[in-house]
Structures are given as structure tokens and as C-alpha cells.
């Protein structure tokens, strides 16, 4: 006879657990909501994912999340300033949306708690997989966000910023994002917070109609004691463009995900991403792209620079069906390790099941040059400036490429400020 043992819960998947049962009637949602949030937790009951789960094997959560802390009632975030001078502020405060929002031509919002009461938004809560982690906790225990539709047609001015601000405890927030036909957006996702050792989880949902364009902007600026699991989806319509940023500058366990299906003809996705990592933070930024139709295109580009004892991962994975011919998709990541002690896990992957197709991908790691150093030195830049200077130039070419002035300027003074408290 065997004897199969269930292995004991750790102290964060107990904590979850109990959180659940505490927060429950404090949760909105109709009937249909209620069993998305118990399937959710069940699916938590079987146990956080671990290495032996080959997407989650270089961030092994069940090991790595040591603790979840209570929920803090008294929890009272700071309002932070827009990341871009001039954006439109829709700001969850600690798992809560605010009742005074900006009036937006083009655009309207609506609080995702309400949808949550009326059940429209029950469908959205299923789980993506078996080893989907963040969908089921953010499915069990979200309680508010903001859906934001854009109309056809509508082109923003400014920039929209999706603001989910911590200030401890626990903050759960779903942004779900519809961009019309032709319309064109700049959106910010902002994740950030003063609250320490705090456990956040929040999923943005996009959806691009035909011919729309978006830039989509991710900040993680997170204390370095904070846990961040989070989510990109996105699915791109006929002739749709997106064009996806990630500057990962904090936090001391970050995953990732994103997960994006080009299910249109003639739709592009752009990825560019900037993860700095610094003392014994663990980033993880996990795509998985389906080319599911013919005659789209994509390009990844990711850049790392590592410090102190840090840890990161770059898991992309390409999918192409077997109908999307003329698939045209290509994927780097490269590294720069500023540290002996730092490491960086790299898995690039192409399932391909289409013949008439341009796909590859590649990676690098590397340190800074000695003579490159050297010839700055050698002209009165001290050792700190210099490195910074060619930190920035290894970075520069994929923010630069974003060609917009404003956002480009932002996003360097975030890697300047970075760079002063780790370079």
C-alpha cells in the first residue's frame, strides 16, 4: 500500500488561507464572483508553486515567500506624483479606488468593485492554468479597480496613469482596459508604495480593438522589502499595435508575467524592458506570446543590470499556431552584472508550429568593460560616475527607442536615482 503525505503548509500559505476566511463577507460579488473566489483559494489549498513547476523554476515562490503579512486597516498610503508631468491620476489607495476621478474626454471609468457586486465580471476571474499562482490569489481576495474603456476613435492628449499605491499590509487591484477602433493611448501602470514588507498583487487586462495603438508603461518602484506579484494580458485586435515598457526598479521578491495574444492580422507587440536589481531582490519577468493568426509580428528586448546579491529571470516563451504563417518574432535579453555575487537566469523558448515564419531569439551576460572604464577614468571621471555613464548607455538604446521625448526623460531620471543609491 502506498502512503502519499501531504506536505505541510508553509506559514504564507496558512496565512493566505486564514486571510481568506477573515476577509470574506468583506469581499464584493454576486453568486457567480463567490465560487471564482473559492475556486481560487482551492486552488491555493493544493500549494504555492515550486521549482518542480517548470514555469515557476528559477522563482521557486514556495520557498521564497517566507511570510505574508495582515491586512492593515490603518494603512494610509501617500499620494504620489505622476511618473509623466501632466497624466490623468486614477489612484488606488491600498486596495481602494477614490471617488473623485478626472473627467476625460473619450474615456470612461467605472469602479471594478461595482462590477464585482452585478457579477459581470465573474468570467474574468478563471484561472489561465494549473500553475496559475497570482491569477488565484488576486482572484480570491481583489476587492476593487477601475475599468477604463476608450472609445473608438479617441486619441489622449496626456497620459492616463493606473496608480496602485501600497502603504502596508495587503492590496489587491485589477485594471481592465478596452481601447476602442483607432483609438491611440499612452497608459501608466504605476506600482509603488511606502509600506514595508507589504504583499501586493494586482492584474491589468487589455484589450485593443482593431487598428488601436497603445504605449503601455510599467514603473515597479517598490520598497526593497516588499513582495509584488502581478500580471500583464493582452489581447491584440486586426492592425493593432502595442507597444509594452517594463522598468522594474524595486522590491525584494517581483514576478512579472506576461502573457499577450496577437489575435488580429497585421497586429505588432513591442516589449522593451528594464529590470535594475540591487542587495538580495529576486525579479522575475515571465512572458508567454501566442502568434495565433498570420501576418503578425513582434520584438522583445530586455535589459538587465544586477548588484549586490540579487537575483533575476527572464522567462519568454513564443508561440506559433500552426495557422499564423508569415509570423515575424524575434526575442533578446541581455545582462550586465555590476556584482561577483549577483546571478541572472535566462530561458528563451520558440514552439513553432507554422513553416513559413522569421523567429529567433538570443541572450548575453556580461560585465562591465575594464578598457571602456579605464579611458573614462583616464580623463577625471571618478570610478562611480563613470560606471553610471556606461550603465546609462547600456540602457539607453531601449529607452530611447520609445522616441518620446517626455516619457524618455522620466523614465532617465528614474534610472539616475536608481543608480545613486545602488551603482
Known amino acids: ?29 454576486d453568486g457567480d464572483v ?22 515557476w523554476h528559477y522563482t ?11 491586512y492593515d486597516e490603518t494603512a494610509r498610503p501617500r499620494a504620489v506624483a505622476p511618473v509623466f508631468e501632466g497624466s490623468a491620476v486614477l489612484p488606488m489607495l491600498n486596495g481602494a479606488s477614490v471617488k473623485k476621478l478626472p473627467s476625460i474626454e473619450g474615456v470612461t471609468v467605472q469602479s471594478l468593485a461595482d462590477k ?39 486619441q489622449l492628449a496626456a497620459p492616463l496613469e493606473l496608480q496602485n499605491v501600497q502603504g502596508g499590509g495587503q492590496a489587491h487591484v485589477r485594471f481592465p482596459v478596452r481601447v476602442g477602433a483607432g483609438a491611440k493611448a499612452t497608459l501608466v501602470e504605476r506600482q509603488t508604495g511606502d509600506g514595508e514588507n507589504a504583499f501586493v498583487s494586482s492584474v491589468s487586462q487589455l484589450t485593443l480593438d482593431e487598428g488601436a495603438e497603445v504605449l503601455w508603461v510599467i514603473v515597479q518602484d517598490q520598497p526593497e522589502s516588499m513582495t509584488q506579484l502581478s500580471q500583464f494580458k493582452a489581447e491584440i485586435g486586426k492592425d493593432a499595435k502595442l507597444t509594452l515598457f517594463i ?41 508567454v506570446l501566442d502568434h495565433s493568426v498570420p501576418n503578425t509580428s513582434s520584438t522583445e528586448v530586455i535589459r538587465n543590470v544586477v548588484t549586490g546579491n540579487a537575483h533575476g529571470v527572464f522567462q519568454g516563451r513564443i508561440n506559433v499556431a500552426q495557422y499564423a504563417q508569415k509570423t515575424d518574432a524575434r526575442m533578446a535579453c541581455n545582462t550586465l552584472l555590476l556584482s561577483d555575487d549577483g546571478e541572472f537566469s535566462t530561458k528563451p523558448e520558440l514552439e513553432i508550429f ?61 534610472l539616475d536615482n536608481w543608480f545613486q543609491t545602488h551603482g
Open 60 to 70: 521557486d515562490l514556495r520557498r521564497l515567500l517566507s511570510s505574508v503579512p495582515a
Open 116 to 154: 464585482l457586486i452585478d457579477g459581470s465580471f465573474a468570467p474574468a476571474l478563471d484561472l489561465d492554468r494549473a500553475d496559475d499562482a497570482i491569477g488565484a490569489v488576486n482572484a480570491a481576495f481583489v476587492a476593487d479597480g477601475y475599468f477604463v474603456d476608450i472609445a473608438a476613435g479617441t
Open 354 to 414: 507554422a513553416d513559413d515564419v522569421q523567429c529567433g531569439h538570443g541572450a548575453t551576460v556580461t560585465e562591465i568593460n575594464r578598457n571602456h572604464l579605464f579611458y573614462l577614468m583616464a580623463r577625471g571621471i571618478d570610478e562611480k560616475t563613470a560606471r553610471g555613464l556606461l550603465v546609462k548607455a547600456f540602457l539607453a538604446e531601449v529607452i530611447e527607442e520609445l522616441e518620446d521625448e517626455p516619457v524618455v526623460d522620466a523614465l532617465e531620471v528614474l
Open 247 to 287: 522598468m522594474n526598479a524595486g522590491g525584494k521578491l517581483v514576478r512579472e508575467e506576461i502573457l499577450v495574444n496577437t489575435k488580429g492580422e497585421g497586429a505588432v507587440f513591442t516589449l522593451r524592458g528594464v529590470n535594475l536589481l540591487a542587495a538580495d531582490s529576486h525579479t522575475d519577468v515571465t512572458m
Open 34 to 55: 463567490m465560487v471564482k473566489r473559492d475556486n481560487a483559494i482551492e486552488a491555493l489549498k493544493v500549494g504555492l508553486p515550486t521549482k518542480r513547476v517548470e514555469a
Open 1 to 29: 500500500m502506498n502512503i502519499h503525505a501531504t506536505p505541510q503548509r508553509t506559514a504564507a500559505e496558512t496565512a493566505l488561507i486564514d486571510a481568506f476566511g477573515e476577509r470574506l463577507s468583506l469581499l464584493p460579488g
